[in-house]
């Protein structure tokens, strides 16, 4: 086709009805209610989302958002974190001086700051803004009046040109909360400043910090809802024309991984673009190591991740790029109004102690369902849960943080199974192409948990099974095969009664027969790995005990 032709070719207009008869072909006898997905916030995400599902979103929403931007850039807000106060100076100056835009760090206890460090932090603070965290030390904003940012820790001090009121929507995620506890949990403690000073002063000395998540059009749909709920904060308390307050991002630990921590790096990119993209003013994104002890290269990596998304991707020319998105625009609307929603819910208690131990009940629930989504892999975790590397080694200090982390579960087991290995074998029977599915799985199931089994030769008999198990020092065994296979020879073995515990991998109605004759339990998918880990993990430490005696 010439390029003339290709200009003049026209495309007949799809109608939503069109769509789905293609889609039901295709997913050959399932529902397209089975393409819906949903959340953490009870949302029900759509496979496709069409303007008609925009016509009872507010018109000013998109204008809420777009006007609380002053510019379509951000700042870069690097955290310093050094192990003295020298340290963690030089780590300031090496930073500004590599693409950073932000003093950003905390002021931690043991640390002295000599007068040739204040007067040199000084100079700084005239040229840059500041996010500091002076929670240990409030005094030390003595020698700062000037200081231009924000800052927390310090409600009560005069600093004319800082913002000092801290609205943590960071904790109740670092809790293990969904994004509509973080919204409302912002406006609960909003409310009770309000209501110990003002609403003007509020609106003139707040800001705000989320932690941006992987979740990445949620996380968009987050910082977006927040400019929108500000509005109607400000329009409760009759202040119709409320100023929006800064936003100030991180990338959030909480799916951050001590196991293949480059993957970290990916978590953070993706972070890193949703904030962004949802508007944040200033974000720090954490090095993907953070946890085992950060380097200059991971910190550098961390620091060019804005970098690269500011000066070759352009976004920061745009105000707002996710807006007029269908799929973004309404799942906005929809954390807008639940959020409000709960929110008003939590006002009817009495005391703000009572509205947090709802977020805080509430977060721990969402927890607990993130958790299980994890255990029974309906959830993934490159590197931890998923596609474990096995050659992957914990280390002994993981730093600890104020998240919960996902991980971490899983970096326990790996680390109990270091301390006491066990030595797994898949016995594989029938022809490869027939359990090779089977025998994947179960390797990775393994993997995931700290053992890398080895596989024995294929339809070995029982009595050479048993000597193989014990040339090789064999702690524990599981069955592969198919259907077949499976049902007519696991009753064999277990006649043998074999030395070692073993599992099959399947489910069967045979199941609790074969129990009864001597297997140990089974390997299948929805199980959960942290359950099926403690108990794989006893009879690591029983072994080792007994070889130990």
């Known amino acids: 086709m010439t390029l003339d032709k290709m200009r003049q070719t026209k495309f007949n207009n799809a109608t939503l009805e069109e769509w789905e008869q293609v889609a039901l072909k295709s997913l050959k006898g399932k529902t397209l209610d089975s393409l819906s997905t949903k959340t953490l916030e009870n949302i029900i995400l759509k496979p496709l989302y069409s303007l008609a599902d925009t016509a009872n979103i507010p018109a000013s929403q998109t204008a809420i958002v777009r006007q609380a931007k ?21 780590e300031i100056i090496e930073s500004l001086g590599k693409g950073n835009d932000v003093v950003h ?23 840059h803004t500041a996010i500091l965290d002076v929670t240990d030390n409030p005094g030390f904003l003595n020698h700062f009046t000037d200081l231009k940012g924000l800052v927390i ?40 400043i309000a209501g110990k000073t003002s609403i003007e002063k509020l609106a003139e000395k707040a800001f705000v910090q989320f932690s941006v998540e992987n979740h990445f059009f949620m996380e968009i749909a987050k910082i977006r809802a927040f400019r929108v709920l500000w509005q109607a904060f400000g329009q409760a308390y009759g202040k119709t024309d409320i100023a929006a307050i800064p936003v100030h991002t991180e990338t959030s630990l909480r799916s951050y991984s001590a196991l293949d921590s480059n993957v970290n790096i990916l978590r953070a990119g993706n972070s890193a673009l949703a904030a962004i993209l949802g508007g944040t003013d200033s974000l720090t994104t954490y090095p993907h190591d953070y946890l085992t002890g950060a380097t200059p290269t991971s910190n550098r990596i961390a620091r060019n991740i804005q970098l690269v998304l500011k000066e070759e991707t352009h976004i920061q020319r745009v105000v707002d790029a996710a807006g007029g998105s269908y799929y973004v625009d309404t799942l906005t609307n929809e954390l ?3 959020t409000w929603t709960y ?3 939590l006002m009817k208690e009495t005391t703000i102690e009572d509205r947090e131990t709802k977020l805080l009940d509430r977060a721990k629930i969402k927890w607990e369902e993130q958790l299980f989504a994890l255990s029974t892999r309906k959830k993934s975790l490159i590197g931890t849960n998923t596609y474990a590397n096995p050659d992957d080694i914990i280390s002994s200090s993981i730093k600890q943080t104020d998240y919960k982390r996902f991980a971490e579960p899983f970096e326990q087991l ?12 898949i016995i594989p029977y029938g022809i490869l192409k027939d359990y090779k599915t089977r025998m994947d799985f179960v390797s990775g199931y393994l993997k995931a948990l700290g053992i890398s089994p080895i596989v024995a030769p294929e339809n070995l008999k029982p009595v050479d099974l048993q000597q193989w198990i014990d040339d090789q020092n064999i702690g524990y065994v599981v069955f592969v095969g198919n259907e077949e296979q499976t049902a007519g020879l696991v009753p064999a073995i277990l006649n043998e009664t074999l030395s070692v515990p073993m599992d099959v991998a399947g489910k069967f109605e045979e199941y609790e027969d074969w129990l009864d004759a001597g297997l140990s339990g089974c390997i299948f998918a929805g199980q959960s790995l942290l359950e099926k880990g403690q108990q794989l993990l006893a009879l690591a430490k029983k072994e080792d005990s007994n070889d130990n005696a």
């Not at 206890?109 to 204040?118: G, L, T």
């Not at 790996?414 to 074998?425: D, Y």
């Open 70 to 90: 002053k510019s379509s850039e951000w700042s870069i807000a690097q955290f310093a974190e050094g192990s003295t106060s020298e340290a963690t100076l030089k």
């Open 105 to 127: 760090f905390k002021i931690e206890k043991e640390h002295f700051w000599n007068a040739d460090q204040i007067e040199e932090l000084a100079a700084l603070l005239t040229k």
């Open 153 to 192: 820790g310090a409600e009560e001090a005069e600093l004319p040109y800082a913002r000092t009121y801290f609205l943590n929507g960071s904790s109740i995620h670092q809790a293990g909360g969904d994004v509509v506890s973080e919204l409302a949990s912002v406006l609960v403690q909003a409310d009770a």
């Open 336 to 338: 807008v109004e639940k």
């Open 343 to 345: 929110f008003l819910t």
């Open 414 to 425: 790996r680390k109990s199974f270091q301390e006491s290995p066990l030595k797994t074998a």
